[in-house]
Antibody, heavy 112, light 108 residues
């Protein structure tokens, strides 16, 4: 059974960089696009971007200037970096294989 | 604002049928997927493609599309169906995934 396990810092100060990693267990990393999605408290879901096993990426234009995604096929992992964090970036961040597989989510709070 | 439009809240009496809708231009060329999300939990896929339920999803959940509107229908709503429901699809114009704002379903 394929599962996604994600981790990363949950409390950041304004201007810091978010760094999250997601590991794919029980299945193949290749052949799929892997996404990051976020959900501000009490609000809807927002797609951040995606990466495939070759490193090909697509980013949400609204976040593109601040986002970098990378992958490590040897570890079946992929990562998200989001720079210049502000309070508006406070959200639960999910890794996912669109559309059928989601990580457990990481609450990221940006506060001074 | 969201790329797909959903009603913020819908209610249904226990055992009755409810339809949750999702509107957007991307739906003219891509099927919607529907997710159920309960408080504090990650979304769970309930419908994808033309009308496909993942394993373990009850058959009271069904999906349909007409023009730029996708619908999720729950036939015989149960108390455990009370949740937020999100739709999403692919937007070919700029190769990204888009979501609706979510619909909070209350089962009375």
């Amino acid at each position: 059974q394929v599962q996604l396990l994600q981790w990363g810092a949950g409390l950041l100060k304004p201007s810091e960089t978010l760094s999250l990693t997601c590991a794919v267990s029980g299945g193949s990393f290749s052949g799929y696009y892997w996404s990051w999605i976020r959900q501000p408290p009490g609000k809807g879901l927002e797609w951040i971007g995606e990466i495939d096993h070759s490193g090909s990426t697509n980013y949400n234009p609204s976040l593109k200037s601040r986002v970098t995604m990378s992958g490590d096929t040897s570890k079946n992992q992929f990562s998200l970096k989001l720079t210049s964090m502000t309070a508006a970036d406070t959200a639960v961040y999910y890794c996912a294989r669109m559309t059928d597989l989601w990580g457990q989510g990481t609450l990221v709070t940006v506060s001074s | 604002s969201s790329d797909l439009t959903q009603d913020p809240a819908v209610s249904v009496a226990l055992g009755q049928t409810v339809r949750i809708t999702c509107q957007g231009d991307s739906l003219r060329s891509h099927y919607a997927s529907w997710y159920q999300q309960k408080p504090g939990q990650a979304p769970i896929l309930v419908i994808f493609g033309q009308n496909i339920r993942p394993s373990g999803i009850p058959d009271r959940f069904s999906g349909s599309t007409s023009g730029n509107t996708a619908s999720l229908t729950i036939t015989g709503a149960q108390a455990e169906d009370e949740a937020d429901y999100h739709c999403n699809s692919r937007d070919s114009s700029d190769n990204r995934w888009v979501f609706g704002g979510g619909t909070k379903l209350t089962v009375l």
